[in-house]
Structure formats: C-alpha cells, structure tokens
C-alpha cells in the first residue's frame, strides 16, 4: 500500500510540472516591437532605432498590444544597448525601425532579438510580416 501511494504522489508530481511547464510555453508571446514616431498603430515606423519617439508592441498574430514613450530617448549615449535590453525585457523577438547603428545591432543579437530595417505605416509593416512567415 505504501509503494502504491508513493507511485501515485511520483505520478500526481510528474504530470504537475508537465503541465506547468506546457503552460508556461502556451503563455509565451512572440512579440514584435517597432521604433515609432506616434504611439497610434497609424503612426510612421521611426528612422532612429534608438531614439524613437516611441515603441509599438505587437504580439505573434500582428495584435496591437500597447505604445510606451521610449524611456532613453533623451539620454546622452549608448541608448541602443539599454532599448535592446528594455526590449529583452518586454519579451520582443522582432524589433523594426528605419534604421540600426553597429551597437545597436550587437546589442539586439546578443539578446537574441531579430532586427529588420522597415519604412512605412506600423502596422501594416507588421501585418504585411506576419503573412510572410
């Protein structure tokens, strides 16, 4: 009776963290941000990576999820590393702007967030990507 009960708590354990890792993973949202001039979704996709205006947060299905005012955008240098890091943070995989400086770049790679360099209307530059993948 007793290897029973163990057998069953060893069981009831297992699929429990089973379970808590696959919805950790279902929870996990790809999200795109983009370097933006304007917080609306109409606004144009910013030339600077670093020093936007704003940032647009998009999830994997090209959802409008929120605009933040870009928090070093006013700082006096290496605003690319801290965005990329700020970005890391938000959970973003895909970041657009206009363009990206060499540390900028360093930056989003070493945490691992693709870039691609986009001009135009946020979101449509967002929904015409998410049709290609």
Same mark, same amino acid.
């Given at each position: ?9 060893? &069981? ?10 696959? $919805? ?10 983009? $370097? $933006? ?11 600077? #990576?670093?020093?936007? $205006? ?10 409008? &999820? ?42 989003? #790679? ?24």
């Amino acid at each position: 009776m007793c290897c029973k009960n163990i057998r069953r708590y060893f &069981l009831v354990a297992f699929f429990g963290l089973f379970i808590a890792i696959s $919805a950790n993973s279902a929870e996990e949202i790809v999200a795109i941000a983009v $370097a $933006a001039n304007n917080p609306g979704t109409g606004a144009t996709i910013s030339e600077k #990576s670093g020093r936007a $205006a704003y940032f647009l947060f998009f999830d994997n299905s090209g959802n409008f &999820l929120a605009a933040e005012k870009n928090p070093f955008a006013a700082i006096r240098g290496g605003a690319g590393p801290k965005v990329a890091g700020f970005l890391s943070d938000k959970g973003v995989t895909l970041f657009l702007a206009g363009e990206f400086g060499a540390k900028m770049e360093r930056a989003l #790679s070493s945490y691992k967030i693709k870039y691609i360099s986009q001009t135009g209307v946020a979101h449509e530059i967002v929904q015409a990507i998410i049709r290609e993948r």
